[in-house]
């Protein structure tokens, strides 16, 4: 058995949560391999707006099992917030139904307040200020406090004064307030209280899962944000490739299967770095407006542009993705032309008045379907669904239905 990779091909808010979701009706696991909780999942049900920071977009199935991977960073401040929001939707996560792996690395005050004096000077590169860069610094640095510390009782208090008087060093020369030790040792003992239940031990959780229970690898942020191949320094600071899934989980690499990627039909961005088809103008606020194009994490405005194809054929590449899932088309839905850059030139298409054909709703409009043919062909990989609203049941499968897992 083979497991699919479901990953953003953009700047991330791609749509990735609802491809999950819908794969996790027929999976068992739903797993996350990297990033943290400056990671916005969105999932809308009956109208209802539910966001997954840290925790996987199986949630909402009470058959699901959710894994949070060695590779994630995870802040307990906000896990707790995240779990009470689940809990209110009608949803349960206990010890069964979410796992953290014991190698995941935690997000402390010391983290939140390292990112925000970094971004606070004149290198701010429009971080969710989440302190999401500073844990995996810590990680890199090999000081980090990991899940599993949590009840090592004879060195963690050891570990953490460690941690907080080496990289105070750094809050105070920018003259801000250092971060307390106690102010990180109460986020350690809420962390040992919320966690104890969830942290798994098993140091290859699924090399024999995989042989005979469907799982989904779920990615965070987006191929061009990665650390590595992304439009560094203005980047993300995990590897959001689908290669990674294999070692932010861990998950075997032969069991891996189809790469899914997610883009819209449109492109945004949050935060600074290049941005060849931003729309700094009338249009872009139109179709911000018409997106509810502000981040699921910060809320803040993102900047929209049209589709970049050059961008879309490079992390299709990288990420040797197999299948493409293109969001949002209702939005673009009525404008007066559609655009895309391919090749260093920016194309028109006429655009879509409605997103079917007819009222029966079983084929797109000619419209969309010949964007839709101009990007499968630019690209190389086929174009299998779209998404064409907010709530999970808006979508469309182009053809019959991928068995992802056969």
């Known amino acids: 058995m083979k497991h699919p990779i479901v990953l953003g091909l953009q700047y991330g808010d791609e749509g990735k949560g609802k491809i999950t979701d819908s794969l996790a009706k027929q999976s068992e696991w739903v797993i996350r391999f990297n990033g943290g909780s400056n990671a916005g999942h969105t999932l809308w049900v009956n109208g209802k707006k539910l966001v997954t920071h840290s925790v996987p977009s199986g949630v909402l199935y009470s058959h699901v099992k959710n894994y949070i991977g060695a590779g994630c960073v995870l802040d307990p401040v906000s896990l707790k917030k995240e779990l009470s929001e ?71 208090k050891d570990k953490v004064q460690f941690l907080c008087n080496t990289y105070n060093t750094l809050i105070r020369a920018q003259d801000l307030a250092e971060s307390s030790f106690e102010s990180n040792w109460s986020v350690v003992e809420l962390a040992q209280e919320l966690l104890r239940e969830h942290v798994a031990y098993d140091p290859t959780p699924f090399y024999d899962v995989a042989k005979t229970h469907k799982c989904v690898l779920e990615g965070a942020q987006g191929v061009l944000l990665d650390l590595d191949h992304g439009t560094y320094p203005y980047v993300t600071s995990s590897n959001t490739l689908a290669s990674h899934a294999a070692a932010g989980t861990p998950f075997p690499l032969s069991r891996l299967g189809a790469v899914i990627g997610v883009a819209k039909v449109y492109m945004t961005r949050v935060g600074s770095g290049p941005f060849e088809t931003e729309l700094a103008n009338e ?16 809320g ?28 949002k088309a209702d939005i673009l839905t009525g404008e007066s032309v559609v655009k895309a850059l391919s090749q260093g030139v920016l194309k028109e298409f006429p655009c879509w008045k409605a997103i079917y054909k007819d009222d029966a ?46």
């Open 300 to 327: 803040r405005p993102r900047r929209v542009g049209w589709l970049n194809v050059d961008e879309l054929r490079l992390a299709v590449r990288l990420s040797d993705c197999s299948h493409i899932v293109l969001t």
């Open 86 to 156: 689940i809990k209110q939707s009608g949803s349960s996560l206990g010890g069964d139904r979410l796992r953290i792996d014991f190698r995941a690395h935690l997000t402390l005050p010391i983290h939140i307040a390292l990112d925000a004096a970094r971004e606070g000077g004149s290198k701010s590169i429009g971080t969710t200020r989440k302190g999401i860069g500073p844990t995996y610094t810590t990680k890199m640095d090999r000081c980090g406090i990991r899940v599993g510390d949590l009840f090592d009782n004879d060195s963690l």
């Open 283 to 298: 249009d872009g606020e139109r179709i911000r407006a018409k997106g509810g194009e502000f981040g699921a994490t910060t």
């Open 361 to 406: 709703k079983t084929a797109l409009s000619p419209e969309l379907e010949s964007y839709l043919s101009f990007v499968e062909a630019e690209v190389g990989v086929p174009i299998v669904g779209v998404g064409t609203g907010a709530d999970r049941a808006d979508f469309f499968w182009r053809g019959k239905t991928p068995d992802f897992w056969g």
